[in-house]
């Protein structure tokens, strides 16, 4: 089935693609973020900082891959044509890669799982580009901030409800060995082997596989092109073209700049902000889901605002909001600890009120948590939408691989820079911190840009 133009397509074909984001999400939200990571970082390392330290680096050395052949890969898509068949491809590689993680036991490598997770994260990554890439041709332009914003939202409410049914179906709290309706945990998975944190492997294994069929079965693909070898070659003269091309288009060089140095920031701030809780407050898979569960709730509700504000204020807009409020939020849980928020400035209780969050430096850090929640969500779905907008859907798979290489040519480096920091002061506050100079550099570039991108650069 093959795409004409954008508003000729059947609405189940855009449905199809929109559940693309809520197949992909829980790998996201169950393994890089709330569950595994923080597992991997707390309890399968000898001791937070070195885990904080190892994830980090695992997270940039997919990053450098992603970064290398992302851009060659969108355009060599552009020749052949089709998409559906390379998110295919990927698909396996991430479907068997993330079952694998079933056997990091405590104690086990922390060098395979993290073979593992990294293949994982580079094939969802591609598939993302191809997916991506696929949006101008099956979407009117005046629709596309929207639908990218509330497809954003399907994801997260897709995470959500696959975080929920782990801490409540499959997580036992280790006090009671019962997951948090008091239920025995199913296939009676023991939380002290970590068994309740690497089921999620497997567990977003199987939700992609199912999730992503209507996606592969009803969305229109672009017509077939050229055959493998020479789309490869033409693909490969046609990136270095493009790459010309897009320095003295300013304006996209420009956002394209400012997205590789905030998307980092934001990368790594999803990448290791659960991992960073788990080892200060010594989380529970169960709260760490609880907290997890949270953010997603509340990144729904924003990805489904940012749709309405896309649409009436324009995609530059949201994401110069998104970029303050993290700013904010990572401030905020840099500078929390046991006993203290706003670095030592407002003295917190370290009375433990007992159950979930006890303290108060807990709740300080949800509260920061929820501005997180609110942007991270727009900020990358309205980059979506930005350069959707920016580009036509002919020259779309070269653009969007350059807009994932933008947003992973130096994705390496920020958690490079967390795990270093970490590593050198001892720190893994002090590493965090390093999220921030991504963060305020991306948007203060931002702010010069043009908006659509493709719009003359004022002097």
Not at 293 to 298: D, R, S, T
Not at 418 to 443: C, D, E, H, Q
């Amino acid at each position: 089935m093959t795409a004409t133009t954008a508003g000729a397509v059947p609405r189940r074909g855009i449905w199809g693609w929109m559940l693309f984001d809520w197949a992909a999400q829980p790998f996201f939200t169950l393994v890089t973020t709330f569950i595994f990571g923080p597992y991997f970082i707390s309890r399968m390392a000898s001791d937070p900082t070195a885990g904080q330290a190892a994830w980090g680096y695992g997270i940039a050395a997919a990053g450098l891959v992603i970064a290398i052949l992302s851009p060659v890969l969108g355009s060599i898509a552009d020749q052949t044509g089709r998409k559906k068949p390379w998110i295919g491809f990927f698909a396996i590689i991430q479907i068997v890669s993330l079952s694998m993680l079933w056997f990091a036991v405590p104690g086990s490598s922390l060098f395979i799982a993290l073979i593992f997770f990294s293949l994982a994260t580079v094939a969802a990554e591609f598939s993302i580009v191809f997916n991506d890439s696929m949006m101008p041709r099956l979407i009117p332009q005046a629709q596309i901030g929207s639908v990218s914003n509330v497809a954003w939202g399907l994801g997260y409410l897709g995470g959500m409800i696959a975080l929920i049914f782990v801490i409540t179906m499959l997580a036992a709290m280790p006090e009671t060995g019962k997951t948090l309706f008091g239920l025995d945990p199913l296939f009676g998975l023991d939380p002290a082997k970590g068994e309740d944190a690497r089921i999620t492997g497997p567990f977003s294994a199987v939700w992609y596989l199912v999730f992503i069929l209507p996606m592969m079965l009803f969305t229109p693909d672009a017509a077939k092109g050229m055959a493998l070898g020479p789309a490869v070659r033409t693909g490969l003269a046609e990136l270095r073209e493009t790459l010309k091309e897009a320095r003295q288009r300013i304006g996209i060089a420009r956002f394209l700049v400012s997205r590789m140095i905030y998307q980092d920031g934001v990368n790594a701030l999803i990448g290791l902000g659960g991992g960073f809780a788990a080892g200060m407050f010594k989380w529970s898979v169960p709260e760490l889901g609880v907290y997890g569960i949270v953010l997603n709730v509340i990144a729904i509700f924003g990805c489904f605002a940012a749709a309405k504000l896309d649409t009436l204020f324009g995609s530059k807009w949201v994401v110069v909001l998104s970029l303050i409020l993290l700013l904010v939020a990572t401030v905020g849980i840099v500078s929390t600890g046991p006993g203290f928020t706003l670095f030592g400035l407002l003295p917190l209780g370290t009375a433990d009120s007992g159950g979930m969050f006890g303290t108060a430096a807990e709740k300080a850090y949800i509260v920061y948590g929820l501005f997180i929640g609110v942007a991270f969500g727009p900020v990358q779905a309205s980059s979506r939408s930005y350069m959707a907008r920016s580009v036509s859907a002919e020259e779309a798979g070269r653009y969007f691989g350059i807009y994932a290489l933008a947003g992973r040519a130096t994705s390496f480096l920020a958690p490079f820079l967390v795990a270093t920091v970490t590593t050198l002061a001892g720190s893994p506050r002090l590493g965090m911190a390093m999220i921030l100079l991504f963060l305020a550099g991306g948007l203060l570039i931002l702010i010069r840009t043009p908006y659509p991108a493709d719009r003359p650069v004022r002097p």
